[in-house]
């Protein structure tokens, strides 16, 4: 059955340091999602995308982060000038339309900020 | 706001008996998904079931069943027959229909006993 992938499955970076972390979403799926979970907490929506758009995002997700398709099969997400509160458990979804649809998760990037 | 909750933040329950996991969330909408999402060890998120607000029907995945109930905002989950394999963290999740964000409580960790 596909599956979402995502890579690394954990980061360390320092603090201020530029981290991207990669999903490939299920082939066929149009919606893409990035979730987080800090330790011992909700997990959280940051952000969805849809032809090259984004189309709904928390308030979480602001200028410091940003999402890019750059090609056909990968799903990026961007944090500019990490933070020791940025660490935390980074899930990809996607899923085959948009909100009528159940999302499909990937296992998730341990991120790491020092 | 919404919001999801999930008060047993772990349970156990012996191979072959049946479990009962809760759920109550809060909205002021009428049209909604609710999901369950089960999250075995280290692996990604799968859904179990879903259940749309508009049908009174209880949702019903061969052992996994949903015990909805509208008006009191609830949603439980019942595993008959539990196996080994069942042991995860289990996640409730609310959708609005209409928006691609899931709202999540904060899982309880089922363990199953031999």
């Known amino acids: 059955e596909p599956e979402v992938t995502q890579t690394p499955s954990h980061q360390v970076t320092q603090m201020g340091q530029e981290v991207i972390l990669r999903c490939v979403p299920i082939?066929?799926?149009?919606?893409f999602y990035w979730y987080r979970q800090i330790l011992g907490q909700k997990v959280e929506f940051l952000v969805s995308?849809?032809?090259?758009?984004?189309?709904?995002k928390s308030e979480i997700f602001d200028d410091q982060f940003s999402v890019e398709r750059p090609d056909g099969s990968n799903f990026t997400l961007k944090i500019r000038s990490t933070k020791l509160e940025d660490s935390a458990m980074y899930f990809c979804?996607?899923?085959?339309?948009?909100?009528?649809?159940?999302?499909?998760f990937g296992p998730g990037t341990r991120l790491t900020v020092t | 706001a919404q919001t999801v909750t999930q008060s047993q933040p772990e349970m156990s329950v012996q191979e072959a008996e049946t479990v009962t996991l809760s759920c109550t969330y809060d909205?002021?909408?009428?049209?909604?998904?609710l999901f369950w999402y089960k999250q075995p060890p280290s692996r990604q998120m799968i859904l179990v079931i879903r259940?749309?607000?508009?049908?009174?029907q209880n949702a019903t995945e061969n052992r996994f069943s949903v015990n909805f109930q509208k008006a009191a905002k609830s949603f439980s989950l019942k595993i008959s027959d539990s196996q080994l394999g069942d042991a995860a963290m289990y996640f409730c999740?609310?959708?609005?229909?209409?928006?691609?964000?899931?709202?999540f409580g904060t899982g309880t960790r089922l363990k199953v006993l031999a």
């Open positions: 259940q749309e607000a508009y049908k009174q």
């Open positions: 979804a996607s899923s085959e339309a948009g909100t009528i649809y159940e999302q499909y």
């Open positions: 995308f849809y032809n090259n758009e984004i189309s709904e």
């Open positions: 999740a609310y959708r609005t229909r209409g928006t691609y964000k899931y709202i």
């Open positions: 082939s066929n799926h149009l919606y």
């Open positions: 909205t002021s909408e009428s049209d909604y998904y």
